[in-house]
């Protein structure tokens, strides 16, 4: 009779999370895993074929830890701007996870920084529609707009780049957040791109006038 597994799956990912979290998720090994563990290799494999098939779990298991954040952003009085500062939480806590979810190029669809934008989007929706007064088309071009500035910064972050006190990152985060805003309400075919760009542009920076 084979021996007993020791360990489930679940405690198998966690771990190896645990492991991606220190050394990076393209780094992780089954020694790495199992030294985690504290056993041999042999209970990895009892639930996993290749490495490839861990890495596509923990993966998984980041994604679940980054909602967690945006989640708690979501709860704050300003939805939005909580979950701005949640990201730039996330980067600056758990900087190996951020770039597994988004500055890793994709192997496929469902993978690389355009997955989780789509995940930060549709999560964000239905609070941006609900609180801005959006349809669902402004609502998700605001999100992906915004989570483009919050990319920014958070890039920087993990990089060792970003000198912004967490003060100043919610000054940029309301400013973009404003003119976004503004103009998704007030300029005609904002939303889906077809505004007069020239007669818009022309109202506000008038040419050959004192």
């Known amino acids: ?35 985690e563990l504290q056993v041999s290799t042999r209970p990895i494999f009892t639930y996993f074929d290749t490495m490839e098939e861990v890495r596509a779990e923990i993966r998984k298991a980041a994604e679940v830890v980054y909602e967690r954040y945006v989640q708690r952003g979501l709860a704050e009085p300003i939805p939005f701007l909580g979950v701005g500062m949640e990201y730039i939480r996330f980067a600056r ?13 994709a192997a496929d669809e469902n993978s690389g920084v355009g997955a989780a934008m789509r995940q930060s989007v549709a999560l964000l929706r239905p609070s941006l529609q609900a609180f801005y ?16 500035v919050a990319h920014g910064l958070a890039s920087l972050i993990v ?21 976004l805003c503004k103009a998704y309400k007030e300029v005609p075919g904002f939303t889906d791109d077809t505004y007069d760009r020239e007669a818009v542009f022309g109202a506000l920076v008038p040419h050959g006038k004192a």
């Open 159 to 179: 990089s060792g780049a970003c000198s912004y006190t967490d003060e100043q990152i919610r000054r940029i985060f309301t400013h973009y957040s404003l003119a």
């Open 1 to 35: 009779m084979p021996p007993k597994v020791k360990f489930t799956k679940d405690e198998i990912i966690q771990a190896a999370l645990n492991v991606a979290r220190v050394k990076g998720a393209s780094s992780v090994s089954t020694r790495d895993i199992a030294a």
């Open 133 to 148: 007064h959006l349809d669902e088309a402004a609502a998700e071009r605001y999100a992906f707009d915004m989570l483009l």
């Open 93 to 105: 806590e758990e900087p190996q996870l951020y770039r597994l979810l988004f500055l890793t190029p």
